[in-house]
């Protein structure tokens, strides 16, 4: 299975993709930081990473896209960003019919290090020794990115399965019925339209 991590932001959204491996193991295949300048307008923000985030399903076609639930916390502009990249990230992976689980920071932590309330630097540094990476992954998002693919490959794998290979396109899975449990009843209706409107 390979799976794509997101850490969600408007200034920095951290994407990591890993693979899995037997006995629990898993390896990197990238890792990586969208960015978007802060003075831009949302609109023109969102619009970018939308660009690039696509960018990323097209190059490693990932199996499964796992990201950060949004929580509530006091700053409410970091929030509305963080949302808002973490919807377009739901969004476009639902497009392609590629299921997303959904995991917050605790169970991310809990997952990778064995507690829920493990800091920045534990987490970066389990990453590393789980991926047996030569350097921790830098700046901190890219790390969550791929703790948080870690975690679903641990605690979610059961999610849902997505279309193998090269049909990832919601009237391409619906066509060959995989629809299975990352499909909704939304993005079926979706895919008939699509297809209406091809022929």
């Known amino acids: 299975m390979r799976v794509l991590g997101v850490d969600p932001g408007?200034?920095?959204?951290?994407?990591?993709?890993?693979?899995?491996?037997?006995?629990?193991?898993?390896?990197?295949?990238?890792?990586?930081?969208?960015?978007t300048d802060k003075n831009s307008s949302v609109d023109v923000r969102l619009g970018e990473l939308a660009e690039q985030f696509d960018q990323w399903l097209d190059d490693y076609r990932p199996d499964v896209v796992a990201v950060e639930r949004v929580f509530a916390r006091h700053d409410v502009s970091?929030?509305?960003?963080?949302?808002?990249?973490?919807?377009l990230a739901i969004g476009l992976a639902a497009r392609r019919g590629i299921p997303v689980g959904m995991?917050?920071?605790?169970?991310?932590?809990?997952?990778?290090?064995?507690?829920?309330?493990?800091?920045?630097?534990q987490v970066t540094a389990m990453?590393?020794?789980?991926?047996?990476?030569?350097?921790?992954?830098?700046?901190?998002?890219?790390?969550?990115?791929?703790?948080?693919?870690?975690?679903?490959?641990?605690?979610?794998?059961?999610?849902?399965?997505?279309?193998?290979?090269?049909?990832?396109d919601l009237p391409d899975r619906l066509g060959l019925r995989r629809e299975g449990s990352g499909l909704?009843?939304?993005?079926?209706?979706?895919?008939?339209?699509?297809?209406?409107?091809?022929?």
């Open 127 to 168: 990453v590393t020794r789980i991926l047996k990476l030569d350097a921790p992954p830098k700046p901190a998002d890219a790390a969550d990115a791929l703790a948080l693919a870690i975690c679903h490959l641990w605690r979610g794998a059961a999610v849902g399965s997505s279309t193998p290979g090269a049909a990832k």
């Open 10 to 35: 408007l200034t920095r959204c951290g994407l990591g993709v890993i693979d899995s491996l037997p006995s629990r193991r898993a390896t990197m295949v990238a890792v990586g930081v969208l960015r």
């Open 184 to 199: 909704t009843r939304a993005q079926q209706q979706w895919a008939q339209a699509l297809k209406q409107t091809r022929k």
């Open 103 to 121: 995991h917050t920071p605790s169970e991310m932590k809990a997952a990778i290090t064995g507690s829920g309330r493990a800091d920045k630097a």
């Open 78 to 87: 970091t929030i509305m960003g963080t949302a808002q990249a973490s919807g």
